[in-house]
């Protein structure tokens, strides 16, 4: 009887000491996480925002500090003021997103954003786009047309080769959407999910030979039948040279049909870069502009421990500092949210764990620029008299060799020219026509004088370029009233791969910039933004989620990689 008393005398007094612990844990303040993020592109805003969203939700303290070297938000994402007039912005940079972005559409109705079917204000409802070879238009379409007219136009000509491509990207493009969804997202590494998903199969090839064959072993995709080499030539490489570009032939698979997805294209009226503005707003980060970070080093007294510190070393621009200087907070974790070989950082001894990937980025010249007219129909080969097209891709023509990067543009010596819109010239108060021009080198004044029917002086983009516009009397370029040249590292060259950047560098330090190789767009960069948000405040409540049902791991993920990396050397038929 005593040993039974004394087994719930101690029973009793574990349950009061429990409680009295609970009552202590509950008393004492939870731990406040410091986050850094390297750079307010779309993914650094997006992960900024997740974080405070996801940290919110899981009761998790963050404090989240933002480093931006440019005095803006958006990266790549960013307007320019037409004649100077902050009440005509003109896109520059990423100038759509599509339906089927969910980050960046649910961003638009979250924090009400005005948003227009597309960015282009047309210049006439007749107006023409069409594709170019550089001796012929291949493809023509109007504006206003019905779609069944320009349906009956391709089945007419392609036969069931559009149907079994836009079934064979909405295939590939449901597959890719999975990642938002448990128990893909979040993933820790990108290549595992490439492989779970089967999406490695499609970036092992090029859009090429995905396209002809239009079937793999019976994994992902059902057998339509191929796809006509013309259609893939005439309208799918026309969307894969002004989305990246790149011909099919050095264009990974995954990428082609991302380039193809268009449904549901839009803009924010003012500029998307709004998005991330609203972004970094929500999220309350502590912005810093014209900040600078140089070096990402261990805290000293944090360097043996299993979670360590980092401190940041920055400069900002304009300040009395010579040097860059340590920053006061020390950081749970760090996000680098920018392209690192573009970043000019320096890492501490053992800070990255798993090294950083430096892949080729293509150099995209983008010409803005304001005139009074027309494209001139002879440089199109067109009659005299005749209208040209108001947009005009391009693609390679029949027999003409494709080659990687700015060789592959081909004859037509650009990827695209577009008529954006029109903005009010303020010397005359007339609207004039904005053209937008993607192009692999900068445009030369002989391209614009052929491609407006007037002459444009040798000096002129010269002169414009240093005036930071088209409008200088002296520069005799009358045709041209507002000029605004730019180039960007825009986007890596996508060739094939099997394997991929994975967001985790190190205990408490992420990278977002590996999905780039994988698909690069704005809603990408900011999912992976949303994702690295998920992996630091699931660490921080404790939390595991459920693994992929099947997924290999250990010595069977190391064996599907080998293989991986096999079939990209040799991949045979899909």
Known sequence: MRLQLGSALVAWLAIVEGAWASKEEEAKPKAVKNIAIIGAGAAGSSAAYHLRQFAEESDVKVNITIFEKTDRIGGRSLTVSAFDDASQPIELGASIFVAVNHILCNGTKNFNLSVGSNYRVASGKDDVTAIWDGEGFVYETTDGTAWWWDAGKLWWRYGMSPYRAVSLVKEVVGKFLKLYEQPYFPFRSLTARAYELGLVEITAVTGEQLLAQNKTNGSLFLNRGQINENFSRHIIQAATRVNYASNLAYLHGLEAMVSFATDGAMSVNGGNWHIFEEMVKSSGATVYRNTAVSAIAFAKEEISSSAPKYVISAATAGSSAAEPEVVGTAFDDVIIA??????????????????????????????????PLTLHPEFFKLPPGSKAPSNVYTTLAEGEEPKEGAEG????????????????????NKAEFVYKIFSPKPVTPQFLSDLLGVKVPETFTAAAAENGGGDDEESGADPISWYHPHWFYSYPIELPRVTFQDPILGSGLYYTSGIESFISTMETSALMGMNVARLIVDDAAGVSRDEVPGAASGEDSRLQKLKAEAFLEEPGEL
């Open 338 to 371: 920018s392209p690192w070989q573009f970043s000019n950082i320096e890492a501490g001894e053992g800070v990255i764990k798993h090294s950083i990937e430096e892949i080729p980025y293509t150099k995209l010249h983008v010409t803005l620029f304001a005139s």
């Open 409 to 428: 543009v081909g004859k037509t010596g650009f990827y695209s020219v577009s008529t954006l819109r029109t903005a009010t010239n303020p010397k005359t």
